[in-house]
């Protein structure tokens, strides 16, 4: 647990003390900043309908989630694996998984303050004397938080598999679109057994059906949980392979 | 790690062979784990949902619940959504998206009892045929609808008109400010339950048509008779039939609805003592007195004025407009009414789709209505209202009708002429078969003149027909589902310091101050 | 302290270290030599835990390091040859990193980690980022990386390696400091790192034992390699008992093993004495009685370095136990 802890703090300020972290933040706030003026905007100053485009109704978060947890987890594992530092880490007195697991949340922590700034669009709303509906928008923060946890896993495994960085953040790209576009590839076959079997692992249609409409739901918290941790569970195991090597 | 501990090293190939082996063997041992994880998170006792919204907007209310337990056996729900084309992609989505999720609830609330089936959309090699071959066996020829089927019953619920109703705004901005389009109204839980309760009905509810005081008839095609309303009606799922006080006693029990429709002669004493039993125990009239007017106990007018609806003496005339664009008076013409949109009642079921479809209503020698005393806790709406360019046309001294305004001696518009009263039974009558006796309400309508109903007005107003003697014979539907009113926040964004403040948070502040922390970790490792 | 026994890793076909056993006693300082590829880093990533042996078994601080891998890792500073450092952190920060690691107290963290920093030179730089220092400075951190939980054993994976020669001094300095405190293993494939620094010294080729022993024992034992060199002029071999005639005498002092004569082009004869202790004196005694025209007289230690050769280059087939 305490290794855990060290490998998390350790992930973590080597993801802000470098100025890349808050460019990437900078950037992507800028983004949802004019996009969450402009639905207001557009809507006529509809609080709900921008909060909930803001927590990842749309599109465009989406194609952003695509690029940014592979550029997070990309270095965290393929390129230590590279200059020796996962040696050192798992020579140290911490076992593979708080190893995988200390890099994960660092990643994760990094998205869940990326959508934080949906929660700072609300209160600044409410400050301005119109709050907002505040459980949904905590659930819809919640659920958009838990599916970048599962890109991220998904980050991981894919950084664990390959040593050059630069394949990791491409294989996790390609992860990443699969689960994002799963629905519309089954789309293209003709067997109503698969719709149906890729409609219960469909991530975008259990996020929209639960988190954005402000319903929390065990099962869906439980799809979440479980299919990252399947993720980071195969990425410990990668880690754990590349021993054997 | 057994591996480590042997004493006698197995070639490199079974090695490998045993270390791809213990690989794979992870990797399905922790996809049944996850699977089942999710499998069991999905069981209805072991799973759990909160409704964050404040509206509670995600959850079935009590009485869809009650509807659904009392449902008689598996009913069949086919969704047929597809992309809406522009402007209405993201709003269309969204009504979609909170329709699935409610047919979701209502077959996870009881999935033996509900089947949702879901056809996306597929192009015509990859099952398209299907597709259609299935959208042809539910009798439907569009998409953008589900299909609530209980045995051969099935009804197509439609996304625009019946669960959603929407703005469409400005969105080309050609006249004036952008306006995106906006919901106005989802009622997608009461859809769901209409459906339900449609086709699970154990009888076609049946409509009773009075006849032997000089009715128009029902089975007739002449231009002046109701043939074509009659089938209009058998096919929407209502069974008709005439009811000849004289020859068949008391109305039945299981009369949904009960039309009167231009009498010419009074009702008898013992026939109105029926009548007046049957609305008290809940019962629903559409009625339109004849053209004669006939007054006096047992009349239509002596029936509607108990009910609170006073039917007046005068015909509503209007100017016919010539092909100049110019007012013509002095014709019988004139008294032909038509209403457009402007003259409907918003928010009544009955008018609200005629407004959204545009559609119009044409009466011929109309009488007035006017507002009476209804009967205890009753409420009286006017439905449909002429404009002010009409009058109430009286005879003249010969008995002659002039069809010109006769500013003195009469009134101008505007004018009812369809109103309705409804008002809690006072005694409480037998369940009508299939329908849902949660609460009950009688409901009356009346029009001002029987040749709305005729044949040669039917086309035109169809809808309106229709549309009534739903309202009328299916109170349940409307009544057991509260309508529920979106949450609808918002903020004056016209207020420039408001604006203002939001562009200096989100679009200045947030990216300044991340650049900011940005450069002064870069210049703290620098030093 | 450690020992091995009968460790064997195969990378798919092939064998990296085959059958390797040895033990270590507590407060040695061993050197690894080998040359390059010889399976020295994979028998050190072996018993740092990193890699699991193919077969066999290895226990360092008494914990078996495949089953109480962690245990292991408590006990050992590990130094990888490619001196694994986050470039993004400050020397203090790298340090107060391996201390949590380590589970060390903040109390701890802040005595031991200027002390270590002090030890190995790098205190005044503490502030320093390891992504702008040099390679031996790196090196030092990362000495000093493993220090800092003052392991029982440590073993470096190639310390000197890209260094210039006075930060080699300077790194061998400080293992030999270390010597006594913690028990070392130094691996290298450059002969003078290791003599320097390793009283014993196990040689690795192609992933075997070549041998193990102080140096002075693999030296001893591999015998013949000593000799007292003893050039004669010619015309006193033709006079006297002829070349036969002066190895024969030779041979027949005590100590001597073997007597190899050359003749040398300008008319003089070599004589190679092999032996185990320097018989220069009885030689030119000898001589001296004899009256054999003496031009050299020479006492030629073996070195390490030929054993190493002769291993590296295959003329000994067989392993060289001495007895350690």
């Keep these: 647990m305490k290794g855990l802890a060290t490998i998390y703090r350790r992930e973590l300020a080597g993801l802000f003390v470098a100025p890349l972290a808050w460019i990437l933040l900078s950037i992507s706030y800028a983004m949802t900043g004019w996009l969450f003026v402009t639905i207001l905007k557009d809507t006529g100053g509809d609080i709900i309908a921008s909060v909930r485009f803001s927590s990842g109704e749309s599109l465009p978060y989406w194609a952003f989630m695509i690029f940014l ?117 089954a789309g293209l076959f003709d067997a109503t057994w698969l719709h149906e079997e890729v409609e219960s692992v469909d991530v975008m249609s259990h996020f929209h059906r639960t988190f954005l409409v402000g319903l929390l739901d065990t099962k869906v918290l439980v799809f979440f949980s479980a299919w990252t941790g399947f993720f980071l569970f195969m990425a410990s195991r990668a880690v754990e392979a590349k021993r054997w090597r | 790690m057994a591996l480590g501990a042997q004493v006698k090293a197995p070639s490199a190939r079974i090695v490998r062979l045993r270390i791809l082996i213990t690989v794979c063997l992870n990797l399905v041992i922790a996809l049944v784990l996850t699977g089942g994880l999710v499998w069991l998170a999905g069981r209805p006792g072991l799973r759990h949902r909160v409704d964050l919204t404040i509206n509670q907007e995600n959850t079935l209310d009590e009485n869809a619940r009650a509807i659904i337990d009392q449902l008689p056996g598996p009913v069949e729900i086919d969704v047929f959504f597809r992309p809406f084309g522009p402007p209405l992609e993201a709003i269309g989505a969204q ?141 929407d799922g209502f069974r008709v039939e005439k009811w000849d006080p004289s020859e068949d006693g008391a109305i039945p029990e299981e009369c949904a609805g009960l039309a009167i429709i231009g009498p010419e ?32 106990q047992g009349s239509v007018t002596d029936i509607l004025s108990r009910l609170g609806i006073i039917v007046q003496p005068g015909i509503i005339c209007q100017p016919v407009i010539n092909a100049a664009g110019m007012p013509v008076f002095e014709s019988p013409k004139c008294a032909e009414v038509i209403l457009r949109s402007d003259g409907m009642r918003t928010t009544h079921p009955i008018t609200e789709p005629l407004r959204r479809g545009d559609r119009r209503v044409r009466l011929i020698f109309s009488h007035g209505l006017e507002r009476g005393t209804p009967p205890r806790e009753g409420i009286l709406l006017d439905i449909l209202r002429t404009t002010e360019y009409t009058w109430e046309e009286f005879p003249n001294e010969d008995g002659s009708f002039g069809w010109r305004w006769d500013q003195g001696r009469e009134r101008e518009g505007p004018f009812t002429v369809a109103m309705t009263s409804t008002f809690p039974p006072t005694v409480m009558g037998p369940v009508i078969p299939g329908t849902n006796s949660l609460q009950r309400e009688c409901r009356v309508l009346a029009l001002g003149t029987p040749e709305a109903f005729v044949n ?56 300044l101050l991340c650049l900011g922390l940005g450069g002064l970790a870069a210049w703290r490792r620098r030093r | 302290m450690i020992s091995a026994s009968h460790l064997s890793r195969r990378f798919g076909p092939l064998v990296a270290i085959d059958d390797l056993s040895f033990e270590i006693e507590a407060g040695e300082v061993v050197g690894f030599l080998g040359p390059n590829g010889a399976g020295k880093t994979t028998t050190l990533r072996i018993l740092a835990g990193f890699l699991p042996a193919s077969a066999g078994s290895a ?155 102080s140096q002075e024992e693999l030296v001893r034992t591999l015998g013949g390699a000593s000799h007292v060199r003893l050039e004669v002029a010619g015309h006193a071999a033709i006079s006297g008992p002829g070349i036969e005639g002066v190895s024969a005498r030779l041979r027949e002092l005590p100590g001597v093993s073997e007597v190899e004569e050359h003749s040398l082009d300008d008319g003089y004869t070599a004589f190679e004495v092999s032996c185990e202790v320097d018989l220069r004196r009885e030689v030119g005694e000898l001589s001296n009685h004899e009256g054999w025209t003496v031009r050299e007289l020479s006492w030629r230690k073996a070195t390490l370095e030929e054993l190493f050769a002769r291993i590296a280059l295959e003329l000994d087939s067989e392993p060289v136990e001495t007895g350690a």
């Excluded at chain 3, 293992?175 to 320097?196: F, R, Y």
Aim: with cysteine; proline share 6%; aromatic share 8%.
């Design chain 2, 456 to 511: 040669a007005l039917f086309d035109v107003n169809r809808d309106f027909l229709i549309n009534s003697f739903n309202w009328a014979s299916e109170r349940e539907f409307r009544v057991s589902v509260s309508p529920r009113k979106l949450d609808d926040r918002r903020i004056a964004v016209g207020q420039d310091r408001t604006l203002f403040y939001l562009n200096l948070i989100a679009i200045w502040g947030l990216p």
């Design chain 3, 59 to 213: 226990s360092v601080a008494g914990y078996d390091v495949l089953r109480q891998s962690m245990e292991v890792r408590k006990h050992i500073g590990y130094l990888a040859e490619t001196v694994p450092l986050y470039r993004e952190h400050r020397i203090e920060e790298m340090l107060d990193f391996q201390g949590r690691l380590h589970g060390l107290s903040r109390k701890e963290r802040k005595l031991r980690i200027p002390k270590v920093l002090d030890r190995v030179g790098v205190l005044d730089r503490r502030r320093q980022l390891v992504g702008h220092l040099s390679r031996g400075l790196r090196q030092r951190v990362g000495l000093a990386t493993a220090l800092l939980p003052d392991p029982e054993v440590l073993i470096l994976d190639e310390p000197t390696s890209g260094l210039d020669p006075l930060q080699r001094i300077e790194v061998r300095r400080l293992i030999q400091d270390l010597a006594g405190q913690h028990t070392v293993i130094v691996s290298s494939h450059i002969l003078p790192e290791i003599e320097a620094v390793c009283p014993r010294v196990l040689i690795l080729s192609k992933g075997r034992l070549a041998a193990d022993g």
């Design chain 1, 69 to 185: 947890p592979p550029l997070l987890t990309m270095r965290m594992i393929s390129e230590e694996s590279r200059n020796g530092l996962l040696e050192f880490l798992l020579t140290s007195p911490v076992s593979d998984g708080a190893v995988v697991l200390g890099k994960f949340l660092a990643a994760w922590t990094f998205m869940a303050l990326f959508w934080s700034s949906n929660l700072i669009y609300a209160a600044a709303l409410h400050g301005l004397g119109a709050p907002p509906d505040w459980p949904p928008v905590l659930g819809g923060f919640l659920g958009a938080v838990l599916v970048s946890g599962l890109f991220c896993s998904i980050g991981m495994l894919s950084s664990s598999l390959t040593s050059t960085p630069i394949l990791a953040a491409f294989g996790a790209f390609i992860g990443n679109v699969l689960v994002l576009l799963l629905p519309h590839l």
């Design chain 2, 265 to 296: 002669e009074p009702f008898s004493v013992e026939a109105t003592g029926w009548i007046a039993e049957y609305v008290r125990g809940g019962g629903s009239i559409i009625a339109a007195p004849g053209l004669r007017l006939t007054g006096g």
């Design chain 2, 95 to 235: 009504i979609q998206g909170r329709m699935f999720e409610i047919l979701i609830l209502a077959e996870e609330y009881a999935p033996d009892k509900i089947k949702l089936t879901n056809h996306p959309y597929a192009p015509p090699g990859a099952g398209g045929a299907e597709l259609m071959a299935e959208m042809q066996r539910l009798g439907i020829s569009e998409s953008n609808l589900f299909v609530v089927s209980y045995g051969d019953r099935r009804v197509a619920m439609k996304l625009l008109g019946e669960v959603a109703e929407i703005d469409l705004g400005n969105p080309t901005r050609r006249q004036g400010a952008y306006r995106p389009p906006s919901l106005v109204s989802f009622t997608g839980l009461q859809s769901l339950v209409k459906g339900l309760l449609r086709v699970t009905q154990g009888e076609k509810p049946l409509i009773l048509f009075t006849s032997g005081q000089g009715e128009r008839a029902i089975f007739e095609s002449e231009d002046r008779d109701l043939g074509k309303l009659h089938t209009a009606l058998v096919a």
